[in-house]
């Protein structure tokens, strides 16, 4: 019987998401091989896939990682084509330590020594204080509790959910306006919009002349 211990290279691993980002990968960064444009912020609180408790989860704390394609998870550095990695020799760390035939050791490396936006973001960056202020304003709400509860929430409840996602996309107007960001660097410096963190939930979202309506399906 043959023991599997090496890659298949089937795409997988890749198809499933792009990697958390970890202290290891600043050097990434600080050489340019990796760039803010291709990372997605996680903010503490949204709903994540835990590895650990295969499980989905409130994230603990923010984290960063590489985003993903044509409007999956799939990294946006795989190779489908040719089922590869288009930054194999700069890969970070986390794809390093990887092996699908033992996961041991990713998943003791699974929510260590992460890295956050402010870990990366140059103090004289212009944009540091505005992000600060956006986590300040719009922290993610407590999506598991709205899961629980929404299905009998009432009209009120929803319509304060509506209004935080409305203020949430005019700050970010606001700063994309302002600092010229594309919607890469917005995902980076901003997380996802809240609205789209509740659409898994039950929520339609549809836009009017006035803002974006919740319903609750």
């Known amino acids: ?9 089937c795409g997988t691993c890749c198809e499933n998401g792009g990697p958390a980002l970890h202290s290891q990968d600043i050097s990434l960064i600080e050489k340019g091989l990796l760039a803010f444009e291709e990372i997605i912020t996680i903010r503490k609180g949204e709903l994540v896939d835990d590895p650990v408790t295969k ?3 409130p994230a603990k704390n923010e984290f960063l990682k590489v985003k993903g394609s044509k409007g999956s998870w799939s990294c946006t550095f795989y190779d489908k084509s040719r089922n590869q990695c288009s930054r194999y020799e700069h890969r970070p760390f986390a794809c390093g330590v990887l092996k699908c ?3 041991k050791e990713i998943l003791d490396l ?3 020594d ?7 973001i140059k103090e004289n960056n212009p944009l540091t204080q505005r992000l600060i202020e956006h986590e300040s304003l719009f922290p993610v709400p407590d999506l598991k509790g709205i899961s629980r509860t929404i299905s009998r929430s009432s009209k009120k409840t929803i319509k304060k959910l509506e209004r935080m996602c409305n203020k949430d996309i005019a700050h970010r107007i606001e700063s994309v306006d302002t600092f010229h960001l594309c919607v890469n660097l917005e995902l980076f410096y901003f997380g996802r919009p809240i609205f789209e963190m509740l659409t898994p939930l039950g929520f339609d979202i549809r836009e009017t002349a006035s803002g974006i309506k919740l319903k609750f399906r």
């Open 110 to 112: 699974a929510g260590k």
């Open 55 to 57: 499980s989905i989860a």
């Open 1 to 9: 019987m043959s023991v599997e211990n090496k890659c298949k290279r």
């Open 114 to 120: 992460l890295l956050s936006r402010l870990d990366i």
């Open 101 to 103: 035939w033992d996961t």
